[in-house]
């Protein structure tokens, strides 16, 4: 698989990515479109010491997880937070102190062929 790389400030097009695994409750969708924000290039320079796969705002289609998501187009929140914590109890579960943010913090973004998110940070795009 193909995806734009950030490590140790270096970023690189890497051809040898392995396909992501899907944990339970993620859904693995190839990306169709991503687009590069202020936050990717300053991730570049050295803003937040992230390793991996950059890119936070996609479009995507769904290959497996959710059956009857199969084939739709989808987009998806960045923070996947843990749900059981006080802070995500408390309804702030942007803030969740083991939250994973695609493209940011301990999770692989969307600036590959394909990318895992958990469902319940997804919403579904209706199709023609």
Same mark, same amino acid.
């Given at each position: 698989?193909?995806?734009?790389?950030?490590?140790? $400030?270096?970023?690189?097009?890497?051809?040898?990515?392995?396909?992501?695994?899907?944990p339970?409750?993620?859904?693995?969708?190839?990306?169709?479109?991503?687009?590069?924000?202020?936050?990717?290039?300053?991730?570049?320079?050295?803003?937040?010491p992230?390793?991996?796969?950059?890119?936070?705002?996609?479009?995507?289609?769904?290959?497996?997880?959710?059956?009857?998501?199969? $084939?739709?187009?989808?987009?998806?929140?960045?923070n996947?937070?843990?749900?059981?914590? =006080?802070?995500?109890?408390? $309804?702030?579960?942007?803030?969740?102190?083991?939250? =994973?943010?695609?493209?940011?913090?301990?999770r692989?973004?969307?600036?590959?062929?394909y990318? =895992?998110?958990?469902?319940?940070?997804?919403?579904?795009?209706?199709?023609?």
């Open positions: 698989m193909k995806g734009l790389v950030l490590h140790k $400030g270096n970023l690189s097009l890497r051809t040898d990515l392995p396909l992501p695994k899907r339970g409750g993620d859904i693995l969708v190839r990306v169709l479109r991503a687009g590069i924000c202020n936050t990717d290039l300053e991730l570049c320079k050295g803003y937040y992230f390793d991996g796969v950059l890119g936070h705002e996609f479009v995507g289609v769904v290959e497996s997880g959710i059956e009857e998501w199969l $084939g739709r187009r989808v987009v998806g929140e960045i996947a937070s843990c749900n059981a914590c =006080t802070v995500c109890n408390a $309804g702030l579960r942007s803030h969740c102190p083991q939250r =994973t943010v695609l493209g940011i913090v301990r692989d973004g969307a600036f590959a062929e990318v =895992t998110l958990p469902r319940k940070i997804c919403t579904w795009c209706p199709t023609r």
